[in-house]
């Protein structure tokens, strides 16, 4: 067996490596080109009925940056504009050219339950592997009364998961949002209607800019604009966070999703429970091939810790994670300055002044701690642009 291999809801996947439902799953050919750079599986771009009409604008995307770096990524495209029958044959045509991927079809209905069965039940028919249901896109689809406006309901969560569990045989997944104050709840109602697993997170509902000169607000259509959702590095912790609460609290199977760029995200989001990922920010900026790197270094990884199985990291992190009441507090803990490689910029200073304790001055260039104002914060470990601080247990 492979280093990589392992399953969603008894579904073999060759890496845990999946392209979410997104703009690179918006066509047959995309998903094509993804499974020939080796992505384990896809989740198609939403389906949903040909009666529920639905126009994007444009532009519909903007760019949070660091730099030249994109660190955050808002969008308010709506769900697929393709009919139903291409879906269909497409999905047909996927599992028979492409037998060891996966091929999962998102979908969305509008109110009543006849549209989510009906899809639900056409998927299945034409070779889908699994159904994952879209009860979490922020924006357009909530004003319909759908995407996120079902993920924030938990009775209607369970209600709408009890209709398509009941409709087809094959997994059902829910795909849950962040907007909500309680994560679990909606994944406790989504498994009360029958889910056989989660994928969490869709975006986070946000808004990235404003141009200061027109007063539009970005990305600007005509001069107008609205809440869209954030996706890329910017939400991965929101990610994490929302992963790690699930599964503390569920045992389904969960995809991660959100945020992940490379190999060590993913295996962040498998430590602390999910058994596969999904990726979709890093595609659009980077393109499918990203998947050969995050391979390559995942297996590396797993060997250089004595891992036989990428299942043996699943929920590694989960049972370090407690309360904050529990946490240790009187740990003695303070900066210690690592002269050689400190660059005596001041930057550890003038943080640890306005931000911290003022237990850090520079003495012939050279940063130096004052341990008895210093708390051991961190504050000046991450500031420090030369990692020359670090943390160190104070000598009784
Ligand atoms: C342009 C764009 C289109 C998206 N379309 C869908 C969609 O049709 N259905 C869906 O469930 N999620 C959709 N998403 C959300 C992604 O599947 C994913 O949950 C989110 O982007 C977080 O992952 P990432 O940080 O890897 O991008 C879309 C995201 C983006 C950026």
């Not at 490596?17 to 799953?25: G, K, L, N, Q, V």
């Not at 519909?60 to 029958?85: A, C, P, Q, W, Y």
């Not at 920010?281 to 199985?309: A, C, H, P, Q, W």
Request: aromatic share 6%.
């Amino acid at each position: 067996m492979s280093l990589l291999e392992t399953t969603i809801c008894d579904i073999p996947l060759e890496n845990p490596f999946i392209i979410a439902s997104a703009s690179p799953s918006a066509s047959i050919e995309m998903i094509e080109k993804a499974f020939r750079a080796g992505w384990g599986g896809v989740v198609t771009k939403t389906i949903k009925p040909d009666f529920m009409k639905i126009e994007d604008a444009r532009p519909r995307f903007n760019v949070v940056k660091e730099g030249k770096k994109i660190i955050g990524f808002e969008n308010f495209e709506l769900v697929s504009k393709k009919d139903l029958s291409y879906w269909l044959k497409g999905i047909s045509y996927l599992k028979k050219t492409y037998p060891n991927k996966a091929v999962i079809a998102s979908i969305m209905g509008d109110s009543s339950r006849e549209s989510w069965s009906d899809l639900a039940l056409q998927v299945e028919k034409s070779g889908a592997d699994a159904i994952e249901l879209n009860f979490s896109c922020p924006h357009g689809m909530p004003e319909m009364g759908v995407g996120a406006a079902v993920g924030q309901n938990p009775p209607i969560i369970e209600k709408i998961t009890r209709w398509v569990s009941e409709s087809v045989t094959v997994p059902v997944i829910v795909k849950l949002t962040p907007n909500v104050t309680s994560i679990e709840e909606a994944a406790a109602a989504a498994a009360r209607g029958g889910a056989d697993a989660f994928a969490a997170i869709n975006t986070v509902e946000s808004l990235s800019g404003i141009d200061l000169e027109t007063f539009d607000p970005l990305p600007s259509v005509n001069g107008k604009s609205t809440y869209g959702g954030l996706s890329g590095k910017a939400v991965k912790p929101i990610g994490l966070r929302a992963v790690s609460q699930v599964a503390r609290t569920h045992s389904l199977p969960i995809m991660g999703i959100g945020g992940i760029s490379n190999f060590s995200d993913a295996l962040e989001y498998i430590a602390v429970g999910a058994c596969s990922v999904q990726v979709c920010t890093e595609v659009m900026i980077n393109g499918f091939d990203i998947v050969k790197k995050m391979i390559i270094e995942t297996e590396d990884y797993l060997r250089r810790k004595g891992f036989s199985s990428i299942t043996q990291v699943q929920g590694k992190a989960l049972g370090k994670l407690t309360t904050h009441e529990s946490l240790v507090k009187n740990s003695p803990l303070v900066a210690a300055v690592d002269t050689a490689g400190c660059i005596g910029c001041g930057r550890c200073v003038v943080a640890c002044e306005d931000g911290g304790y003022g237990a850090v001055s520079l003495v012939d260039k050279k940063a130096q701690i004052d341990e008895g104002l210093c708390d051991g914060c961190s504050l000046c470990t991450h500031v420090c642009p030369a990692d020359a601080l670090k943390l160190v247990k104070l000598e009784a």
